[in-house]
């Protein structure tokens, strides 16, 4: 249980264009999803906290207007790279939190990520 | 501010040795610890977790070992293998559902 789906995988777009990932619980409902963004050999920093039904909270550092989180129901949140640089090539991770039962807090599942490569 | 850091970027060891991979925490009130393995181009894996009101705690293969004197999280890995190389991160979550991720270890398993 606790899958974790990410859409597109990888990702090469021209600069100034826009890029979608799509971020899908698959067997659970996920109220609160979250984005990361991780650069070569580098830990994962990150983004936003996505909640379903609300608007999301960036990170200090992160321009929302640049990078639009949407979270439209309980299994989906989505990811807007809008006006893409080559700057912004990175592989970018969505997680969502899911219980581990028995008691335990929840945790946070991650999807496969999306290498966002932009030209 | 909330900051997790790794003692060692690199281990490399033998197959079938024992790994540990430390990790060094700076909040006090951070009350969950996890560790992830990634892959080359993956995402993070769910390896293990404990609570601050644990010491240790046991999975297959797996242990992890809190010390909140000295703000000191590690990860052993009995019998180690090369399907276990990867990057080993270590997370906190203090106090919010947050996790503040540790810049990771490399680890390699040499056959």
């Known amino acids: 249980g606790a899958v974790v789906s990410q859409h597109p995988s990888w990702v090469i777009c021209k600069s100034g264009t826009s890029v979608k990932i799509e971020c899908r619980s698959l067997?659970?409902?996920?109220?609160?999803m979250f984005w990361y963004r991780q650069f070569p050999k580098q830990s994962l920093m990150l983004m936003a906290t996505s909640n379903e039904g609300s608007k999301a909270t960036y990170e200090q550092g992160v321009e929302k207007d640049k990078f639009l989180i949407n979270h439209a129901s309980l299994t989906l949140s989505t990811l807007t790279v809008t006006s893409a640089h080559p700057e912004d090539s990175s592989f970018y991770i969505c997680s969502a939190r899911a219980p581990l039962g028995g008691g335990a807090p929840d945790t946070q599942y991650f999807g496969p990520g999306t290498r966002l490569t932009v030209l | 501010g909330e900051s997790v850091g790794l003692h060692l970027p690199t281990l490399s060891v033998q197959e079938g040795d024992n790994s540990i991979i430390n990790c060094a925490y700076s909040n006090s009130a951070s009350d969950y610890f996890i560790w992830y393995k990634q892959e080359s181009g993956k995402g993070p894996q769910f390896i293990i977790d404990i609570r601050s009101n644990m010491d240790k705690r046991q999975g297959q293969r797996v242990t992890v070992l809190l010390n909140k004197t000295v703000k000191h999280l590690s990860l052993q890995i009995a019998a180690t293998q090369p399907g276990d190389s990867a990057v080993y991160f270590c997370?906190?979550?203090?106090?919010?559902?947050?996790?503040?991720f540790g810049k990771g270890t490399k680890l390699t398993v040499n056959p």
């Open positions: 997370a906190e979550r203090g106090g919010s559902e947050k996790l503040v």
């Open positions: 067997d659970f409902q996920a109220t609160t």
